[in-house]
């Protein structure tokens, strides 16, 4: 299905937008907060990359509060509540990882997943977005493409002994995230952006950077598929 076109008028002011833009927003706030928390987790487990880490984690602040500034300009409060409750799984096995001194899984969960289901969701959203909000989330999602770079490329390095964490981290996380998506269709729907859209564009991400990391043709169809049930 086609996304969409940019023409295409949204009412940005009506009781529905602003209803179903109080939770997606939300999303993006919590998302972008449980990002700045994680990658200061990983300074402790990577101190030699602290520096980089910390720097990543400043993004994400500045990010969440453009989402705010976003949300304040449509008077929307965002039901973060909400939004807690819908990272709640992602975020619990992260913090369990990270106590295990789980370094691969403490990447892909952020590295990969949150930055990957991230980008999806930017992309999808940018062309239907109010001219306010399209102006951040531009500027964001160029930035989450240097986060996802920084998993890829310590994963790519340490590929070999990653791997069957790797496997084992994506049959645990990744069913997640498509209750994740089911779970905000109908809000996203409201807002122009269709769910196979953001499933589609979230595999290819997420794929591309299996991929990139070392993973065979074969290896990352059978790892992006796992658990699907959109």
């Not at 969960?109 to 062309?127: G, T």
């Not at 990653?162 to 209750?179: D, H, I, T």
């Not at 794929?207 to 959109?230: C, D, Q, Y």
Request: glycine share 6%.
């Amino acid at each position: 299905m086609q996304q969409l076109e940019a023409g295409v008028e949204l009412d940005y002011q009506s009781p529905t937008y602003k209803d179903a833009y109080s939770r997606i927003n939300a999303i993006v706030i919590e998302g972008e907060q449980e990002a700045y928390e994680n990658y200061l987790s990983l300074t402790k487990l990577l101190p030699d990359q602290a520096e980089d880490l910390t720097r990543l984690s400043k993004m994400e602040s500045r990010h969440k509060k453009g989402f705010q500034a976003c949300a304040r300009n449509l008077s929307v409060d965002p039901d973060m509540d909400f939004a807690r409750e819908f990272f709640a799984g992602l975020h619990g096995n992260f913090q369990k990882a990270a106590e295990e001194n789980k370094i691969v899984t403490c990447l892909l969960i952020q590295s990969l997943i949150i930055e990957c289901f991230a980008i999806a969701a930017y992309n999808i959203y940018i062309p239907v977005a109010d001219a306010f909000a399209r102006k951040i989330t531009e500027g964001v999602v160029q930035d989450e493409y240097t986060h996802l770079n920084f998993g890829e490329e310590w994963l790519k390095a340490n590929f070999e002994a990653s791997k069957a964490e790797l496997e084992e981290a994506n049959r645990g996380n990744l069913p997640l995230v498509w209750k994740m998506l089911n779970q905000v269709a109908d809000d996203a729907d409201v807002l122009g952006m269709e769910k196979e859209a953001l499933v589609e564009d979230f595999m290819i991400q997420y794929g591309e950077a299996l991929e990139k990391i070392g993973f065979n043709k074969r290896e990352l169809v059978r790892l992006s598929m796992h658990g699907l049930a959109v």
